[in-house]
């Protein structure tokens, strides 16, 4: 294994509510907050190397400890080292928990009091997460952040269930804390476990969790089951609920959000960190970020245009191949196409959070996020 | 269009059979013959920008001309200005001229006495090729070394065939150089126009062949219809015969050739030029190429190891990735393992021809064939 690495996070900042400016260290890797993680769920950030996450900026991405797990196992990961060793990545890892693609896959999973039973996608196998195992493995797996498994509440979804999800939810948060302190972990200060804020839409419920989560006393605290399908207006107030209740010193994290206009309402809120498949998924698809909004790039619209797709980005991507080029590669189906859109979208949520901070830090957030949500 | 590019080849070592060293030249690119092209048909070396290419020392690539006549079009490519500033590489680009890829459409295309017609392979739509048309399409393209369009025999094929193709071949030839000549081309010094000797596994129709060619005055010469299934003591007689009667100071080359052995082996005889989609595809159904012979990197052997895939080789995929991790990409399908998997074998194959040019540079040749065919 690497050694172990300590993990801190200091607000900069701003305070409970409202937009903060935090910084996140692990090991020797300084990640200033707010920020985005990009997803490398089996271990890759899809066709991207570890080089290119450094060109972009990267410092901090997210793997999956479900899919991990069933390929090429925790284990596997322990003894080449952990994952970083294994995918050669110096800066942070998060790992979620799997209680997200557990939850997704429906008729292959059943909820008990102990833990989740499981049928993996993948063979059929069965497979039984409880609170503890899934710290364990994110033990072996060697992440810096660890999430506690939680229970997703799906949209809709009445209180009753809610309350249900959310009671099982901390329950599960006590005996995963519990397992991590006493399992070693925490003596060799080695990695953060974040506790999960459920609770729906409910504001109740979600000020519960944050509540109890807090009095627990988890290194971070993320909040989960939000842009599962919800409005908007039924997201603010869980949010703003789950964020008065949270410890003011400790990092905040948006589960699987989101869209530029997303993240910007919700740094507006109090959240530092942020993950979400969106800028890879659209870019490998040919939809493109950029300040002037999505640029459907396989458009033939493009075919004749030798700019890049922002002559104003410095990404791999916009430095040497045109939208001309990259419209031509999409055509073609070329596993280029793909990986140039992904750069340049990576890159542009590196710049956008980047800007976030600046503004922040030259108190002209709400300027800021006017501007630019008229943009993209 | 970017300017045009003067292109010379200077023979440095041997004579017209044997081993030899060249020096190829276009613009301000030094190509040192032996040397290997990678396949970009489409514009793109599969999974890799032209970054990648200059990282594994390629100087020289391949793209294809039925293809981009198809999609994006010569036209648009010209009106990008040309195809290197299309896919923005500096090196030098050959571009075939389609008549393999035509042949290889069997039902779709008619060879008729003026060029031939075909069925796109992607629409139905019919197109109709000459001599003098595809000249003009890599004229359009901007490539450096143009490729005549020729008839490609079959294996097997009787010699009957073989002449009436090979005549048909000698024909078009002729047209070719003749439009070219008169096309502007040739007045701006740009580009080089290389003839194809076909004759399938005749030796008295490829010595035929061969000595027109030379006859009409290419600058360099290609030997087509090799490798399309023939067996080793067919094709040695065959490119014996070609390489006799080719002019000693122009450049050979053996188009879609090959494995390490058949590079090897062709060299020996006096080829200069090679191109071949064998590592590249290869690589991307998980076979990499090392001086210890083919490694099938997706195998569970490799599960755990931690070695990369060469530990003596610097390629980016090696100096960063174990086996293991390749291993783990390629079984849970991720982008990222062909990438590696092709950086790793085309800097092989950068690397072997680096080798050959050392070994007949210090006049150990055979001895070099006889250790690294026992091992490759």
Chains 1, 2 share one sequence.
């Not at 509440?153 to 995963?176: C, I, K, V």
């Not at 060799?188 to 807090?214: D, M, S």
């Not at 800028?279 to 033939?300: Q, Y």
């Amino acid at each position: 294994m690497e050694g172990p690495r300590e993990i801190s996070f200091c607000l900069l900042k701003g305070g409970r509510r409202g937009p903060r400016l935090g910084m996140l260290r692990i090991g020797e890797t300084e990640i200033p907050t707010p920020a985005f993680m990009p997803v490398g769920t089996r271990a890759s950030v899809k066709t991207l190397g570890s080089e290119d996450l450094e060109e972009i900026g990267a410092r901090l991405i997210l793997a999956n400890t479900y899919h991990l797990h069933l390929r090429p196992g925790a284990d596997l990961i322990q003894r080449r080292g952990g994952l970083h060793r294994f995918m050669s990545w110096r800066g942070g890892i998060l790992t979620d928990s799997g209680g997200f693609q557990v939850h997704s896959l429906a008729d292959l999973r059943r909820i008990l009091p102990d833990g989740v039973e499981f049928k993996s996608h993948l063979d059929g196998s069965s497979h039984f997460f409880t609170p503890e195992k899934v710290v364990d493995i994110q033990c072996a797996l060697g992440s810096d952040i660890r999430m506690v498994l939680d229970v997703c509440t799906t949209y809709p979804a009445d209180e009753q269930r809610a309350a249900s999800d959310m009671e099982t939810t901390l329950r599960w948060a006590e005996r995963s804390l519990a397992h991590w302190t006493g399992a070693g972990c925490r003596e060799r200060r080695e990695g953060a476990l974040f506790g999960i804020v459920q609770g729906g839409i409910y504001p109740a419920l979600r000020r519960r969790c944050a509540r109890e989560l807090a009095r627990l006393g988890f290194d971070g605290y993320a909040l989960g089951g939000l842009a599962v399908g919800e409005p908007a207006q039924a997201r603010s107030p869980a949010m703003d609920a789950s964020l008065d209740e949270l410890p003011t010193e400790s990092p905040r994290y948006l589960m699987g959000v989101g869209t530029p206009a997303d993240i910007i309402d919700a740094v507006g809120r109090g959240v530092d960190l942020f993950d979400c498949v969106l800028p890879s998924r659209n870019a490998r698809k040919g939809t493109v970020f950029t300040w002037n909004g999505k640029m459907i790039i396989k458009n033939r619209a493009f075919a004749e245009d030798d700019s890049p797709i922002d002559p104003a980005c410095g990404c791999a991507a916009c430095r040497r191949y045109s939208r001309a080029y990259i419209r031509h590669l999409f055509q073609v189906g070329e596993y280029l196409a793909g990986r140039l859109a992904t750069i340049h979208s990576l890159a542009f949520y590196q710049q956008l959070t980047e800007r976030i901070r600046q503004a922040i830090a030259a108190d002209r957030f709400e300027a800021f996020a006017a501007e630019t949500l008229e943009r993209v």
